[in-house]
Every structure is written in C-alpha cells, then in structure tokens.
C-alpha cells in the first residue's frame, strides 16, 4: 500500500470513512475504517459488478488522528464498515472485531496488529456484514449482516440477517427477523435492560403503483430477539438508532427527511421539528449537552440543534399514517 503525505492514508482508501472509535481508557488512541467504495450499502453499488475489487481497511491511530497507520494486512482491501472495540479487555491488547462488507467478520486480540476472520455460523459466500454491537452486561454480540437486493424479494439467498454470538464470535447464531422483514440497518440493545433490542429495518420495494415500502421501520423484542413487534412503522426507511443514557433518549434517523425521538424506551416515536433533510444517518448526542443533538447526513452535512426538536419551527414534513388491509 503507497501512502500519500495524508497523516498516512494509503492514497487508495481515501473516500468514505464508516467508522471511528477511540480507546476510553488511553487518550488518543483509536481506530478507523474507511474505502474507497461510497454509498454503502445501498445496492447500486454492487448492482453491476459485486464486491469484487473493492478497497480499504483498518487504520489505527496514537496521537488523537493526527498520524494513522494501516493495521488490516491480514484482511486484505476490503471496505470495512464498522470496528468495535470490547472496553472490557486489557487496554495493553484491545479486543476489536470489524466487519467487512462481502467477508464477514474479523477479530483481533492484540489491539489491531493481526486479525482473523470470525465467520463459523454465517451464512453466503460474501457475507455484507455490516454492524457488529456489544451487550454491555453479559459481552454478547450482535452482528446485522445487510441484504443484497433492492427488488423487493424475501425468503431467500438474498435477505439480510440478524447474527449472535455469545463465545467472542467464535460461533454464530442466525436470530429470527420480524415477519416481512428482510433488511436490518441498526441494533441497540437497551443498556437498563438487556433483554430488550431495537432494530431498524430498510423497507422492501412493493408490487403495485405507489405502493408503500414494506417491513421497514422500527422494531422492538423484550425477550432477546425471540420475538419482536414493530414500533414505528410510517418511516420505511430507518438508517441508525442511537440512545443517550444520561436522560434515557432513543434517538431514530432515516432517509424520509426526518429524525426521530422516543422517551419511553422505544414504545413511541415522535418527529424532532426542525430537522428535514431528505437523506440523514444517524443522530449523536452532543456529549457536552444532553439537550442538543447532532445528526449526520448523507450529503447535507451535519445539523445541531436540540434534542427534543424546535417547537417554534413550522412543520414542512407530515408523513400519512400507512393504511394497512
């Protein structure tokens, strides 16, 4: 790999960065995951050709991001789409586990130096992991592995999938999705309360003109996944879920121009006014402010603004309730 003078970025991966974390036990330290693939995982991007060819990796930093270093020789290029760090091992030799989209899982236990791929359980040649997230209580892990069609299919080789491990991804267990549903986005596993997850979802396209999207949204499981009943249901198309613990917020972002906000663990949703972008990501919390937000978009930069919306905004989004026979 030939980097640039660019803090060490090989001039190949430079593109989209996925993901970043830092070390919250040694100050500077933290990883990123970046590609010189961008869109992911919207479907237009391995419509044509797969994910053959595609480039990036893992790049490790010491000095809070002024200086990085390729860490992901034993992955091989690949575009990596998250990195976890497990903040219960030894701060000398991190465990992280990243997912590479079209190779699954990786792990490392030395804090990024070697890696291994983790994919005993998962199913498909070319596994789109995409999200890897980490009960805080009992350490199981939750990967969302995206689907690789945007016809509207279900019920076969191309949905997506929920995966658990409870042995550090030594093994995983594919977890039942909502009825309908084949396209997972974010998990979140309430940190009060370890059996309930949030899931969102990415509607499937449905026959018939001007149909609603279906099977997208949010959804809610209190038994760890067994079961699961759908929470939000008129956005189809949820990106992140985020949650705040110094005020309990659920915070919910997608690509129909809206952000959203639950105060009652994810039971209910409401619109935070003010925000109406028609393409955003994920909401993050100000950590400075409990009351002010952050949310990231897909080509509309970042918005700031408070939390539980501005009442004094005029409401240009009203989203129908979905009529369902």
């Known amino acids: 790999m030939s980097a640039t003078n660019n803090n060490g970025i090989p001039r190949k991966w430079i593109n989209s960065t996925y993901w970043l974390t830092f070390d919250p036990e040694v100050k500077g330290k933290g990883w990123a995951v970046m590609s010189n693939v961008h869109d992911l995982p919207r479907p237009k991007m391995w419509r044509r050709n797969g994910v053959a060819g595609y480039e990036g990796g893992i790049l490790a930093t010491e000095d809070a991001g002024k200086n990085w270093n390729p860490v992901s020789n034993d992955i091989g290029e690949s575009a990596i789409t998250h990195i976890l760090i497990d903040p219960a091992s030894n701060k000398e030799s991190r465990t992280l586990y990243a997912c590479a989209f079209g190779k699954g899982v990786y792990k490392s236990t030395d804090g990024g130096k070697t890696w291994v791929q983790k994919n005993k359980g998962i199913e498909g040649k070319e596994p789109f992991a ?66 309930k997850i949030l899931m969102s ?125």
């Open 130 to 195: 995409w999200r890897i997230e980490r009960n805080e209580r009992n350490g199981e892990l939750f990967l969302v592995v995206c689907r690789r069609s945007d016809n509207g299919s279900i019920g076969n080789e191309f949905d997506g999938a929920l995966y658990r491990s409870a042995d550090g991804a030594e093994t995983w267990t594919k977890m039942d999705l909502p009825e309908g549903t084949n396209g997972p986005m974010s998990l979140v596993i309430d940190p009060e309360n370890s059996d």
């Open 201 to 325: 979802a990415w509607g499937r396209v449905s026959p018939g003109l001007f149909s609603p999207d279906t099977g997208g949204g949010i959804f809610l499981s209190e038994d760890k996944g067994k079961t699961w009943k759908q929470t939000f249901v008129k956005d189809q198309h949820i990106h992140d879920i985020t949650y705040d613990r110094r005020n309990g917020a659920f915070y919910a972002c997608g690509f129909n121009g809206s952000a959203y906000l639950s105060e009652d663990r994810g039971e209910t949703w409401k619109r935070i006014k003010g925000y109406n972008f028609k393409w955003g990501k994920r909401v993050d919390p100000d950590p400075r402010d409990p009351g002010k937000i952050f949310i990231i978009t897909f080509g509309g930069g970042v918005w700031y603004g408070p939390a539980k919306g501005d009442e004094n905004s005029a409401e240009d989004i009203v989203t129908p309730l979905l009529i369902r026979e």
